[in-house]
């Protein structure tokens, strides 16, 4: 079982800052038995990262719910989403702030007004992670993405550098209705884009071939979370050697297009 200080330890091992604004996807499963179970793993989290005056959030994604139109999208009087127990966990905890976006809300812990701040205007956006998103205020802020048991493939950040530099064959056309029932009781009905090429289905299993060029240029820190591999990733480094690769390429390549490698002449100096 990992205690309360291993947690610790193994984050300010990592340089893991308590004074930024930090991104966690998670396998809790692969983080294994810690100290309280699932709560006492949040309440670690929480103390660690908001101690110094930081931000954490967790993603609590309901993007299950689009393919039930006549449900609502994200149900805020509920603890719904698809992301598993910690998300759940986090969302019965009560302390966070979570965002109105339809399909990829996150839950904010820490300073509230500032964790409103990051998620204001959430619910009125037309794509999952664009630049004045959440996603979009972490990268403004310098803050990082902690991957704990989980790979580049969960990292939802990197979809906003491709919404932010407009990278062709990303978002589909085809207008999804969704929903987003308040606290208050409204409901408010709208509708989004979501991430559909033509020549890939689904980017994100493709991520994975980002990682020798992210940590080639050092924006990827390696350590542990509980028993579950880690990788703290800043969103500056992520950001810049993606845009990198693309320069290099030139117009009609794309990295992720077939299973080979990226070759190294497209990011290494």
Aim: charged content about 25%; some cysteine; hydrophobic content about 35%.
């Amino acid at each position: 079982m990992t205690t309360r200080e291993e947690l610790f330890s193994q984050l300010k091992a990592m340089g893991a800052p308590r004074d930024g604004v930090v991104l966690m996807h998670s396998s809790l499963r692969l983080i294994g038995a810690t100290e309280g179970g699932a709560r006492g793993l949040l309440d670690a989290l929480i103390e660690y990262f908001t101690g110094g005056g930081g931000l954490l959030a967790l993603p609590t994604h309901t993007w299950d719910k689009l393919s039930f139109p006549d449900e609502i999208t994200l149900d805020m009087t509920k603890c719904e989403s698809n992301l598993g127990a910690l998300a759940r966990v986090a969302l019965a905890d009560g302390r966070g702030v979570r965002s109105e976006h339809p399909t990829h809300s996150v839950v904010v812990f820490g300073d509230k007004a500032r964790a409103r701040a990051m998620v204001a205007g959430d619910m009125y956006l037309k794509t999952p992670a664009p630049a004045d998103s959440f996603y979009g205020r972490l990268y403004d802020a310098g803050g990082y993405v902690l991957l704990a048991g989980t790979s580049q493939t969960s990292n939802t950040f990197l979809h906003t550098v491709d919404e932010i530099l407009d990278t062709p064959d990303r978002m589909g056309t085809k207008e999804y209705a969704v929903s987003v029932k308040r606290e208050s009781g409204e409901i408010y009905r709208t509708s989004v884009l979501i991430y559909e090429g033509k020549d890939i289905e689904d980017v994100s299993q493709r991520f994975c071939k980002l990682d020798l060029p992210f940590r080639y240029h050092g924006c990827v820190t390696n350590g542990f979370v509980g028993e579950a591999p880690a990788q703290l990733c800043s969103t500056k480094g992520l950001f810049d050697v993606m845009k990198l690769i693309y320069e290099r390429g030139g117009e009609g390549y794309d990295p992720f297009v077939g299973e080979l490698a990226i070759p190294p002449k497209y990011y290494v100096k």
